[in-house]
């Protein structure tokens, strides 16, 4: 039983690291990215859709991402909705493909990015001490009810602990990695 809440736990907190690295990958950096437009999602017919799920997204350069629509018709909505991403990108629009030219950063923005990038860390520490929290709650109530033993609920623990600072620990190096790809010039 404790064997499977430690999986679990490892399982769980593996996701969160997952679910940062996916979020890393929507904070702009200085070069052009597919992963810049993860985010968006456009009104069309009614309905969300996430931008990747009605247009191919590439970045045929550096500094060029362009977005071809599956539907023509969709592309005005599609220009409005990276307009209201607020990405810092203004689309151009030639009536077949849109066109994203991504401008140099400014220092401040670098720095505002990093922030950015922070807060996303933080909340992938918060997920991950959170998980532990709750299997650390479970170890207790397996130890209360008599199924454990205090040595097994200790050993746990300790366990427990390790693979959370082992998920921390990956989580921080995710971020040093951003930091330094954001604050390059």
Not at 14 to 39: I, Y
């Amino acid at each position: 039983m404790i064997d499977d809440l430690l999986k679990d736990a490892q399982e769980r907190m593996h996701k969160s690291v997952e679910a940062t690295r996916g979020e890393f990958g929507s904070v702009r950096t200085g070069r052009a990215s597919p992963a810049l437009l993860d985010r968006v999602v456009v009104d069309y017919y009614g309905t969300q859709t996430p931008l990747t799920q009605m247009a191919t997204v590439s970045a045929p350069e550096a500094r060029l991402l362009t977005v071809m629509p599956y539907d023509a018709a969709s592309l005005g909505d599609i220009e409005r909705a990276i307009v209201a991403a607020d990405l810092g990108i203004t689309p151009g629009n030639d009536g077949n493909i849109i066109r994203l030219s991504i401008p140099e950063l400014t220092e401040e923005r670098r720095k505002e990015l990093a922030k950015i990038a922070k807060g996303i860390a933080e909340e992938g520490r918060i997920a991950i001490r959170n998980i532990r929290r709750d299997v650390m709650q479970d170890l207790k109530a397996l130890k209360d009810s008599g199924e454990s033993g205090s040595d097994e609920e200790h050993r746990a623990e300790e366990s427990l602990q390790k693979q959370t600072d082992a998920q921390i620990a990956e989580l921080d190096e995710l971020l040093a990695r951003k930091e330094s790809e954001i604050l390059e010039v």
